[in-house]
């Protein structure tokens, strides 16, 4: 059985894999000839991140394709239900890249703090030349220590997130309307652990009292964050999301940036991604990475072991 890993999968899955018997296919075929290359390789299961769309016309079109895989949480590009219906297996990754997103969260979090993201533009071009002036552009720094962490979604990846909060000694908060409570266990390097209980509180008590906000919700139809949602917030909040685009209105978020309602933002993701907004782009208030939540070895690792295991299990 020949599987098609469109958008790549790690070396230790594809030896997985070929150890059960597949043939692992690691080229990347374009949309348009996913079809056409799928029928004439016979293909029996797909592999994709978030750049290749498994949509209707692959489902309806592909008979030899048994098994649809995504490696990450999201599934918003690939028709699951449909897919389902016309009995395709349907996989992803849930808990493979939950840490992995939750540090880059606090790279935002720390470099907006610090004022990275900027310093890191300037002093390349003004070091030499203006040092002391940047130096008190950027000496107005805080920590994170002590402050409040407001979560909205509190799945696997907000609560790695909160691990990582309880860890470097912030208070957490969090709402998320499927979770109604939740207990945080913290490991150490030797072995030792604390857990902590949380209760989830209103959107707006989040909105209201914490000084740094991250969104962890799948794909949705309208904003978790606009205007309203901006209004609600402390002076000076600091926001990230690493989530997916659309979650956050853009619009309403440069506005609050240019108001100085909010500090700074972390964005991973975006409205219009892969091609995001020129004034998102170039905001000197954005700490920008270009959807890297679960690019990292480790996690691209266990993504496609976990793949590898869910398919040997369903296919074999």
């Known amino acids: 059985m020949k599987i098609l890993a469109n958008d790549g999968i790690s070396e230790n899955g594809i030896s997985a894999l070929e150890k059960a018997g597949f043939e692992v296919i690691t080229t990347t075929v374009a949309q348009e000839q996913l079809v056409d290359y799928i029928n004439k390789n016979e293909i029996t ?8 769309q498994v949509r209707k016309d692959i489902i309806d079109n592909c008979p030899s394709l048994k098994l649809i895989g995504r490696g990450g949480v999201g599934m918003d590009n690939i028709d699951v239900a449909y897919a389902k219906e016309k009995g395709l297996h349907v996989i992803n990754t849930p808990a493979a890249s939950s840490e992995s997103v939750a540090e880059l969260v606090f790279a935002h979090l720390f470099g ?5 993201y900027d ?21 107005k720094g805080v920590e994170l220590r002590g402050k409040t962490l407001g979560i ?4 696997r990846i907000g609560q790695a997130t909160a691990k990582i909060a309880i860890g470097i000694g912030m208070n957490v908060i969090f709402h ?18 604390v857990s902590f209980n949380f209760e989830s509180k209103t959107k707006d008590e989040v909105l209201k ?34 989530a997916r685009g659309g979650v956050i209105d853009e619009v309403a978020l440069i506005e609050g940036l240019e108001s100085g309602k909010i500090a700074f933002a972390g964005l991973d993701t975006f409205e219009s991604e892969p091609t995001p907004e020129i004034k998102i782009l170039m ?3 954005i700490s920008l990475t270009p959807h890297i939540g679960a690019a990292t070895a480790e996690a691209q690792n266990r993504i496609g072991l976990e793949l590898a295991d869910q398919i040997i299990t369903l296919l074999k």
């Open 45 to 52: 299961g797909i592999l994709v991140r978030s750049a290749t």
């Open 112 to 116: 907006g703090v610090r004022f990275l």
């Open 119 to 139: 310093a890191n533009r300037n002093m390349p071009l003004e070091g030499e030349s203006s040092f002391k002036k940047l130096k008190k552009s950027y000496a």
């Open 152 to 155: 909205l979604g509190f799945g």
């Open 176 to 193: 998320d309307p499927f979770i109604d409570s939740a207990t945080i266990k913290v490991p150490f390097f030797d072995g030792q652990s």
């Open 209 to 242: 009292n914490a000084e740094f906000i991250t969104v962890h919700v799948p794909a949705q139809k309208e904003y978790i964050i606009g205007k309203r949602e901006f209004d609600l917030m402390k002076d000076g909040v600091g926001i990230v999301n690493a």
């Open 283 to 285: 905001h000197s208030k």
